[in-house]
């Protein structure tokens, strides 16, 4: 006669326990915390069925949470099998949750506003277009996040966005009530109107419109708790600067210029805006700053030299305070082959010559960040610039 193989009942807590490290994809907060486990139904054979809320009818990233409980689930022990069921949350359940994930907050409250935000938010600006601002955007976040800072992103140039694109993310938004849960990709929540404009379609705004979408996008998204916000914004000193300067004062700005002079004192021009607006200018980086010959290793400086350094030197005399340049990136062409395939150089390339000096840059932003917070605590940061 066969001996039966004994398999001891998986216990409704240890499965519940595996659902607690199963975190939501959009939101990043585990799905018991977030009221997402419907029930939990144990069968003496070891099968387990779970049944999930999912927060809205056809969630894109179903599958994903399917597979996580799943794969959780299953390698509880005693269990033989899973099945797990979806639902979808009334109206009512909703309206907690995004309660809850306001912190009881009140709705149109930018968080990274308020009195002790922990929140660094820098506002990446330019005077001319096409230095590069939005790669040095994408790449400082992307290396932030790798550094373990919770970071963010939001595409500002409303006319020209191309973040999402750059920083590799296709993904839609999910809309939770009036709440926004942005996708994310290399470690970094991102928002664009790209998301939410059919193809290439162009966007035709007056002022009143930028404001009122970057209001959304600063106020309706839910962020969670950042580390750091980056805003990339237009060139110049228009609409989008002026709402940032009004949204969120406490914004620091970085300044993006290319070393030939024509540049320089447009970006020059365009940071001097700190001082109506009575923002602080945390630094200058000087982007294609000369080209390392491939065969020799010589620098051709295709664009001159020395903007960065007048742009910091016109700042600091402008505004009163030390403005340094934190760091330059030279010509490389894997820093446009990571725009365009949405691998982040920092990232793929990181001992590159433009991959370490971004690499660099994102570094002292990351003391920057990580001193904000230990201020908090009372501790002093060991680096500061």
């Not at 600063?218 to 914004?233: H, I, P, R």
Request: glycine share 12%.
């Amino acid at each position: 006669m066969a001996t039966a193989t004994y398999r001891p009942t998986p216990a409704e807590d240890a499965v519940r326990a595996a659902l607690a490290t199963v975190n939501d994809p959009e939101i990043h907060k585990p799905i018991t915390e977030l009221g997402m486990v419907k029930s939990v139904d144990i069968a003496d054979d070891g099968t387990v069925a779970v049944a999930v809320w999912l927060t809205v009818a056809g969630c894109p990233l179903r599958d994903t949470i399917t597979q996580r409980v799943s794969t959780a689930v299953g390698g509880v022990a005693g269990v033989t099998a899973v099945r797990v069921t979806l639902d979808v949350m009334s109206d009512a359940q909703r309206k907690d949750l995004a309660s809850s994930l306001r912190g009881g907050q009140a709705e149109r409250e930018i968080p990274f506003a308020q009195p002790g935000s922990l929140t660094r938010v820098y506002a990446v600006a330019s005077g001319k277009g096409g230095v590069g601002k939005s790669s040095v955007t994408v790449n400082l976040a992307a290396a932030m996040a790798a550094d373990g800072l919770k970071v963010g992103v939001v595409d500002a140039d409303i006319y020209g966005h191309s973040v999402p694109r750059m920083l590799g993310t296709d993904g839609r938004p999910t809309q939770v009530e009036n709440m926004i849960m942005p996708p994310s990709a290399n470690g970094v929540k991102v928002i664009s109107i790209g998301m939410f404009t059919p193809g290439n379609a162009p966007v035709v705004w007056r002022g009143p419109m930028l404001h009122r979408a970057l209001q959304q996008f600063l106020a309706d998204v839910y962020w969670g708790d950042l580390d750091v916000l980056l805003l990339d914004l237009p060139p110049g000193t228009g609409d989008i600067a002026i709402s940032v300067a009004q949204l969120v004062p406490n914004a620091e700005i970085l300044v993006v210029t290319t070393p030939q002079q024509a540049a320089a004192e447009v970006a020059e021009r365009a940071g001097s805006i700190a001082v109506q607006t009575h923002q602080k200018i945390v630094g200058v980086v000087e982007n294609m700053s000369g080209m390392p010959c491939p065969h020799c290793g010589e620098v051709v400086d295709v664009f001159g030299t020395g903007g960065g350094d007048r742009v910091a030197e016109g700042l600091t005399r402008t505004t009163g305070t030390t403005v340094p340049v934190l760091g330059r990136i030279p010509i490389d062409v894997r820093l446009r082959e990571g725009g365009d395939d949405g691998r982040p150089v920092a990232l793929t390339n990181p001992e590159s010559p433009a991959g370490a000096a971004l690499r660099g840059i994102a570094g002292k932003l990351t003391n920057r960040s990580r001193g904000l917070a230990g201020m908090s605590l009372g501790i002093t940061p060991r680096n500061k610039f």
